[in-house]
């Protein structure tokens, strides 16, 4: 069984990149960026328009796309390896907030877990090239994961659930190819005793382990230097190495008390306890805790569904 701490905190600031950057170039669209057309200088102040920097090699590690009023409307860093490949990108909205990030390569770190779990080792596959997307939440934590082969099929993801206090609450493992629910880990903070709890349930739903966890304080975060600012993608992928292997939980600054398990208000008035994985346009996917069966519960038989945290999933949201 692997040994996992999960929770992270992954809050990073927008900055240049570390490249030295040699010039810069103006083209009218991505197409004409792509082909290497670019645009007089003069014109780019009447039109929209990429402002592209390009380091020392003459890679572009840096795309501005700007309105014709001059507004940033979103950008990309890029990063490259010794040999010129791109490594990895992240979009930044117009606030300069990172919103994605991007990891290519069959040996990005979550993708090889996953693969490694979830597929046979007598079948044949190939996921060169494979791209590993990570979508950040507002507050800059990582929501969700999705792999995809070069070939533009999405094979996996990876959610993430956290309560009122951004603790770590499951993490929820999809074949995408099948769409089903092939790993779960689900966890339960007591902040009064510092510890936490964790669930691990396997491609049938089957419990595979359970352990139990003293947290750490806030500034045994890091088991090294924390990552140095300068190069931001590298600051995020040390960062989401150090989430995929510690999974490290940290004190919440209050306690508020929870419930056992989730609570389903039906229509007719009955209320069950159950066990919230996941949810979708269709209806709520909920396990019994009188039973191992994972069940979909349409929306238009519930009232309202509140997890043992007391957040309100719905109707308020999901």
């Known amino acids: 069984m692997m040994q996992r701490l999960i929770y992270f905190l992954f809050a990073v600031n927008f900055c240049f990149p570390q490249d030295k950057v040699s010039y810069l170039q103006y083209f009218r669209t991505e197409k004409d960026f792509i082909a290497g057309t670019a645009m007089p200088k003069m014109e780019r102040f009447s039109s929209d ?46 606030r300069g907030k990172i919103t994605n990030v991007f990891r290519y390569g069959e040996t990005e770190p979550w993708s090889l877990e996953f693969r490694t779990y979830y597929f046979s080792e007598t079948e ?70 510092q510890s936490c709890k964790i669930w691990e349930y ?25 990552p140095q600012r300068g190069d931001i993608l590298q600051e995020l992928f040390v960062t989401m190495e150090k989430l995929r292997l510690n999974r490290i939980t940290f004190s919440g600054p209050e306690f508020i008390p929870i419930m056992e398990w989730d609570r389903l208000v039906l229509k007719s008035g009955e209320k069950i306890k159950v066990d919230y994985i996941s949810s979708s346009k269709h209806g709520f996917l909920l396990r019994f805790i009188d039973g191992s069966d994972i069940l979909t519960i349409p929306r238009r038989q519930v009232e309202s569904l509140t997890t043992r945290w007391g957040e309100i999933l719905y109707p308020k949201g999901d």
């Open 202 to 226: 396997g491609k049938n739903g089957e419990q595979v382990s359970h352990v139990a966890l003293e947290m750490i304080p806030e500034e045994g975060l890091y088991n090294r230097m924390p």
């Open 124 to 193: 044949i596959l190939s996921f060169m090239g494979q791209e590993s997307e990570f979508s950040l939440d507002k507050s800059g934590k990582i929501k969700e994961i999705l792999f995809k082969t070069v070939n533009g099929i999405y094979y996996g993801s990876i959610s993430f659930r956290y309560n009122h206090h951004g603790l770590l609450t499951q993490e929820l493992w999809v074949s995408i190819l099948d769409n089903r629910v092939v790993r779960r880990f689900e966890l339960r903070h007591n902040l009064l005793k």
């Open 49 to 94: 328009h990429m402002a592209v920097s390009y380091n020392e090699k003459e890679l572009p590690v840096y795309k501005n796309w700007i309105s014709g009023s001059g507004d940033t409307v979103k950008s990309e860093l890029l990063s490259f390896d010794q040999d010129g490949a791109l490594m990895g990108k992240s979009r930044i909205d117009s």
